[in-house]
């Protein structure tokens, strides 16, 4: 009888990406961190507040020098081998024993569209740097899969006055439990608009999700920025900040940073 002939699984060594570079991290719980930056394209929402360049394109940009502003281009898709060469050249530009380059900022668009993609990538990109996931918040299962090569998530809840989409509670739910088993950052971008009752609704969610004083919870109010500025009245984000403390969570408000840095 024949033996049936089996393949071993490809190894996907390609991805579509947007942009590579090295920054300065501007929100959230890592804000100040030198990161290196990977932008991988698509995403599933459409939030109404939406700056980030996600949609695939046929090249990726990449900063020479960072902070420079001047540009080189790679092919979509890009090899894994480029990106790596890249991030070790970063670091070999560093003159001494200290790198400042604390770990990787995986971005989008939504990453972890890309789970497949990422799972054969993180142990390899993991030996460089420790890895940051920045993601929406509403794959929970794409996350499983990547979730052993995490040390950081930072993950949104998206609020419908602000995306102008229907906040996905379940699947949010679901991701927060799964997010715990890293160090987890949930991010809420408010407004002037956010009603009282989202943010109520947001923190039941956590409350009930997280264990009580989980540690590896924190949790950012991000004012919406609107032309460079914060967009909502001081008076207003005391008010949100109240509201979430006022569960017990350790709430910190947190603005977009890097337009003040003249950074990426
Ligand atoms: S999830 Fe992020 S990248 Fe996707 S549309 Fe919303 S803001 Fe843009």
Redesign the pocket.
């Known amino acids: 009888m024949p033996v049936p002939v089996t393949h071993a699984p490809e190894v996907q060594t390609t991805a579509p990406l947007i942009e590579v570079f090295s920054s300065i991290q501007g929100e959230g719980s890592l804000l100040g961190r030198r990161q290196v930056f990977v932008r991988f394209s698509g995403?599933?929402?459409?939030?109404s507040?939406?700056?980030?360049p996600?949609a695939p394109r046929q090249e990726c940009r990449v900063e020479k020098v960072p902070g420079s502003g001047t540009f080189t281009t790679w092919d979509n898709p890009v090899k894994l081998a480029t990106l790596v060469a890249y991030v070790r050249s970063l670091m070999d530009e560093r003159s001494s024993c200290q790198d400042s380059h604390h770990s990787f900022a995986i971005t989008?668009?939504?990453p972890l569209l890309h789970a497949e993609l990422l799972k054969q990538w993180f142990p390899c990109l993991q030996r460089l740097l420790p890895i940051q996931l920045e993601t929406?918040g509403?794959l929970p299962d794409a996350l499983r899969q990547v979730l052993p090569w995490l040390d950081w998530v930072v993950m949104?809840i998206?609020l419908e006055s602000q995306?102008g989409e229907a906040t996905p509670w379940e699947a949010h739910r679901a991701f927060l439990r799964l997010a715990l088993q890293a160090q987890c950052c949930v991010k809420l971008?408010v407004g002037d608009s956010t009603p009282d009752s989202e943010l109520h609704t947001a923190a039941e969610l956590l409350v009930n999700t997280a264990p009580p004083y989980s540690s590896n919870l924190d949790v950012v109010l991000q004012p919406r920025t609107v032309n460079g500025s914060c967009s909502i009245s001081g008076s207003k984000l005391l008010r949100q900040q109240d509201i979430l403390s006022g569960y017990g969570l350790d709430v910190r408000v947190i603005p977009q940073t890097h337009c003040f840095m003249q950074l990426l």
Do not use: A, R
């Open positions: 995403c599933n929402l459409q939030c507040y939406c700056d980030t996600y989008g668009g939504e929406n509403t949104d998206k995306t971008v």
